[in-house]
């Protein structure tokens, strides 16, 4: 079955410069969440999007942006790189079922390290 | 004080026994309820779901939510090494009333391993 499509893989960046990740959901799937994972800690909600549309919104940075478009993949923007954000990201996607909250299938991530 | 606390082990086990972890969490308003096994420096993998009061089974896996006492435990049975990982437990939270959004809290994870 077809998975979470994250891009890239890695990435290795400077103090100060930016970044997008890429996020292809689950085909059929309408919901895009982001977590940031750091080392031994657990991920913690950045953003998500439902339909297009910004759904929630959580501990994301001023300096972070997302959005999802038509095709439904997602991208995150990050500028003015900091150490603090060397870590994991993950992108997870869902459908809406009527009834009960959604159940989200993670990608691989983007382990992003900040210099 | 987090929403999803777990014991935080680590939990070591023998090759073929059951492993048990536990989860509580804070928020009455919970509606779905996960448990991920995470390899070091993967992501995420959905090995469990639970919705309702009872006992969930899939294989080896068997979970346990208590809303009364908002508790949710997973059991594994027969384990093997390759069960080595670490287990995190999730809620969701609608997102507003009659919501089916909503983002995942984490507890911190138990780090599991199973050894021959």
């Known amino acids: 079955a077809a998975g979470v499509i994250q891009s890239p893989r890695h990435l290795i960046k400077e103090k100060r410069e930016t970044a997008t990740l890429k996020c292809y959901p689950i085909?059929?799937?309408?919901?895009v969440y982001w977590y940031q994972q750091g080392p031994g800690q657990d991920p913690q909600f950045l953003i998500s999007f439902y339909e297009k549309m910004q759904s929630d919104k959580g501990s994301i940075p001023d300096r972070f942006s997302a959005q999802q478009f038509s095709d439904y993949h997602s991208e995150l923007n990050m500028s003015s790189l900091e150490l603090g954000d060397s870590a994991l990201y993950f992108c997870a996607s869902s459908r809406q079922v009527r009834g009960r909250t959604d159940t989200q299938y993670f990608g691989p991530g983007t382990r992003l390290t900040v210099l | 004080q987090k929403e999803v606390e777990q014991n935080s082990g680590p939990l070591s086990v023998p090759e073929g026994a059951i492993a048990s972890l536990n989860c509580t969490y804070s928020?009455?308003?919970?509606?779905?309820f996960f448990w991920y096994r995470q390899y070091s420096g993967k992501s995420p993998e959905l090995i469990m779901s639970i919705y309702s009061n009872g006992d969930k089974e899939d294989g080896r896996f068997t979970a346990q939510l208590n809303k009364a006492s908002q508790y949710v435990s997973l059991l594994i049975r027969d384990s093997q090494p390759s069960d080595s990982a670490t287990y995190l437990c999730?809620?969701?939270?609608?997102?507003?009333?009659?919501?089916?959004?909503?983002?995942?809290?984490f507890g911190r994870g138990t780090q599991l391993t199973v050894w021959p």
């Open positions: 085909p059929r799937h309408d919901t």
């Open positions: 999730a809620v969701t939270i609608p997102l507003y009333r009659g919501s089916t959004l909503g983002r995942l809290y």
């Open positions: 928020d009455r308003g919970s509606q779905s």
